[in-house]
């Protein structure tokens, strides 16, 4: 059972276009983290967000955690192609420290 | 980048067969994960381990065994391959039991299974 939805699960979009992508469970989390991953390569983290209503920016890509923290969104002004590649979010299951993936977003900018 | 090693990077293997996977980390962490990916279901976690001999399951560990007899290797035993198991590997480290500590991947092993 997948504990984290992303949506949307693809998005091809152009260049300088703005986008948003979500990230949304069930479940309270303590924190989350935002990944992104290019081909051939593992994830590599973003951003965590640890506190309801955070929202943490990182140059053009703003990361928002729900008040509830029950969610999360990822939103990229003026995209570029740079910006291409798989977003996943993660959280800890439960009191574990096993980290638990989303679904994820692929997402394609075109030039 | 953090010092993960997975090898092979590339494995051909037929229905029947086992396989073992192996990830080498340099950074003395403590906690170490395996994850498959496949299309539609980003990341699912194998097992992980939480220090030498102390491992634990995840969500789709039926098929699959670990061992982490010293900090730096933890290897995933596939023992007896399905065609199911035809999937992208990835272990990670991560250092700190917070819960907002970073996961570090490797590059992954990509498997097939015919």
């Known amino acids: 059972t997948q504990l984290l939805e992303q949506s949307p699960q693809f998005l091809s979009i152009q260049e300088g276009e703005n986008l948003t992508v979500y990230c949304n469970s069930s479940?309270?989390?303590?924190?989350l983290q935002w990944y992104r991953q290019e081909p051939g390569e593992g994830p590599v983290l973003l951003v965590t967000v640890v506190t309801g209503g955070e929202v943490k920016k990182l140059k053009r890509l703003t990361f928002q955690f729900g008040d509830a923290r029950k969610d999360s969104s990822l939103h990229i002004t003026a995209a570029q192609p740079g910006d291409t590649g798989l977003y996943l979010c993660?959280?800890?299951?439960?009191?574990?420290?096993?980290?638990?993936f989303g679904t994820g977003t692929l997402l394609a900018v075109q030039p | 980048d953090a010092g993960i090693t997975q090898s092979p990077r590339h494995k051909v293997t037929e229905t029947g067969t086992p396989v073992t996977l192996r990830c080498h980390q340099t950074?003395?962490?403590?906690?170490m994960y395996w994850y498959r990916q496949d299309p539609g279901h980003g990341l699912r976690l194998i097992h992980y381990?939480?220090?030498?001999?102390?491992?634990d399951k995840g969500e789709v560990s039926d098929g699959y065994s670990v061992s982490r007899s010293k900090t730096e290797d933890f290897l995933l035993t596939l023992e007896s391959a399905t065609s199911s198991q035809t999937s992208v590997y990835f272990c990670?480290?991560?250092?700190?039991?917070?819960?907002?500590?970073?996961?570090?991947f490797g590059n992954g092993t990509r498997l097939t299974v015919t």
């Open positions: 993660a959280s800890r299951w439960g009191a574990t420290n096993k980290l638990i």
């Open positions: 990670a480290i991560s250092g700190g039991g917070q819960n907002n500590s970073p996961l570090h």
């Open positions: 950074e003395n962490h403590r906690y």
């Open positions: 381990s939480y220090g030498v001999k102390d491992t």
């Open positions: 479940s309270v989390f303590s924190s």
